[in-house]
C-alpha cells in the first residue's frame, strides 16, 4: 500500500511508536510486526550514557526507499511500512530506529521487517558515536559502503 521513510532529528522531535501503529493501520491486514531498537547503556563493555548519530540525509532517505521498495518486492507487495531512524544526540533509552509493518500475513511482516532492519545496517550511510560514562567518546567502525574486491592469490 505505502511506505513512510524518514530520518528524525531528535533533537527536535521523538520517534513516535503511536506515529508507526497508526500508518500501518489497516483492515486489510492480519499481521502488524513493529521493531523498536533503543539506545542501551552498555556495549563492549563500557558504560554508554549516549549515542549520537550522523547520517547524509539524502542518501539515507534513497537507501530506505530502496530497501523498503525491495521488501515489498520479495516478500508481500501490498504490505504497509513505517521506517524512522533517528539523528543527532539520543540518550539511553531513546527510539534509535523503528520499523513497523502492516502485512496480509504474520511471516511476510516478520520477514520484512528482519530484512529492512540488516538491510538499514549495511547499506545506509549512518554513523554512530557512543558517548561513555567516562566523559570519552568513540565513533564506532561501520560496514563499507563499497563493494568487496576480490583478493586474487
Known amino acids: 500500500m505505502s511506505?513512510?521513510?524518514?530520518?528524525?532529528?531528535?533533537?527536535?522531535?521523538?520517534?513516535?511508536?503511536?506515529?508507526?501503529?497508526?500508518?500501518?493501520?489497516?483492515?486489510?491486514y492480519g499481521a502488524e510486526s513493529i521493531f523498536v531498537g533503543r539506545v542501551r547503556n552498555e556495549n563492549s563493555g563500557k558504560k554508554v550514557t549516549a549515542v549520537t548519530y550522523?547520517?547524509?540525509?539524502?542518501?539515507?532517505?534513497k537507501s530506505f526507499q530502496s530497501i523498503?521498495?525491495?521488501?515489498?518486492?520479495?516478500?508481500?507487495?501490498?504490505?504497509?511500512?513505517?521506517?524512522?531512524?533517528?539523528?543527532?544526540?539520543?540518550?539511553?533509552?531513546?527510539?534509535?530506529?523503528?520499523?513497523?509493518?502492516?502485512?496480509?500475513?504474520?511471516?511476510?511482516?516478520?520477514?520484512?521487517?528482519?530484512y529492512i532492519l540488516e538491510e538499514v545496517k549495511h547499506q545506509s550511510p549512518i554513523w554512530k558515536k557512543e558517548h561513555y560514562a567516562d566523559g570519552k567518546e568513540e565513533w564506532l567502525p561501520g560496514h563499507s559502503l563499497r563493494p568487496k574486491k576480490e583478493v586474487k592469490s
Open 54 to 61: 550522523d547520517a547524509h540525509d539524502q542518501a539515507v532517505l
Open 68 to 114: 523498503c521498495d525491495d521488501a515489498k518486492k520479495k516478500f508481500d507487495s501490498s504490505a504497509s511500512i513505517f521506517l524512522e531512524h533517528a539523528k543527532g544526540y539520543s540518550p539511553v533509552g531513546e527510539i534509535s530506529i523503528l520499523i513497523a509493518v502492516g502485512s496480509g500475513h504474520r511471516d511476510e511482516a516478520f520477514k520484512i521487517c528482519r
Open 3 to 28: 511506505i513512510h521513510t524518514a530520518l528524525v532529528k531528535t533533537e527536535e522531535q521523538k520517534i513516535s511508536i503511536e506515529k508507526a501503529k497508526n500508518f500501518i493501520a489497516s483492515e486489510e
